[in-house]
């Protein structure tokens, strides 16, 4: 089962859904940053009568974070607003070490329950999926744009 996990891990890592530069008709842009790894990520979050209509990612760092981050965005895309935050919140617990609520809805992000046996991976896995949580309350605060250095 860790051979699979890995695979799907790689895969990811070498060819990421949903990365882009840019994403057309945007309404959030954030930056995200673990100074601890290097990591780096740009999420571009558009949203359309209440639902992620276009998510996309880019960045630099480790294959976790760039592979976690693509499973992120295949997860995430076309959810409301609020299951797209509670989505965010169940690989948050899976990171820290609780089983999954749902596990089918987190999709390739589930192989990811792993990493929690590695601390110091943790947060590069964490990185595009507190992204995500963070382009949504931006956009439900009204703003555009949002920089953060993660040390949660």
């Avoid at 051979?3 to 060819?15: N, T």
């Avoid at 940053?33 to 209509?53: A, F, H, K, Q």
Wanted: aromatic share 6%.
């Amino acid at each position: 089962m860790d051979d699979l996990y890995q695979e799907i891990i790689l895969d990811h890592y070498r060819r990421p859904k949903n990365r882009a530069p840019q994403l057309d008709g945007e309404d959030v842009h954030v930056h995200h940053s673990n100074p601890l790894c290097g990591d780096e990520l740009d999420l571009r979050l558009r949203v359309r009568d209440g639902r992620i209509d276009g998510l996309v990612f880019d960045g630099e760092g480790c294959s976790i974070s760039q592979a976690s981050a693509s499973a992120m965005t295949d997860a995430g895309l076309d959810r409301d607003l609020d299951d797209a935050l509670a989505l965010a919140e169940d690989f948050r617990q899976l990171m820290h070490g609780t089983p999954a609520t749902r596990p089918d809805d987190l999709r390739d992000g589930v192989v990811f329950e792993g990493v929690a046996r590695f601390p110091v991976r943790v947060k590069c896995a964490l990185l595009g999926w507190m992204a995500v949580r963070d382009a949504i309350e931006t956009y439900l605060a009204g703003a555009s744009d949002h920089a953060v250095t993660y040390d949660d």
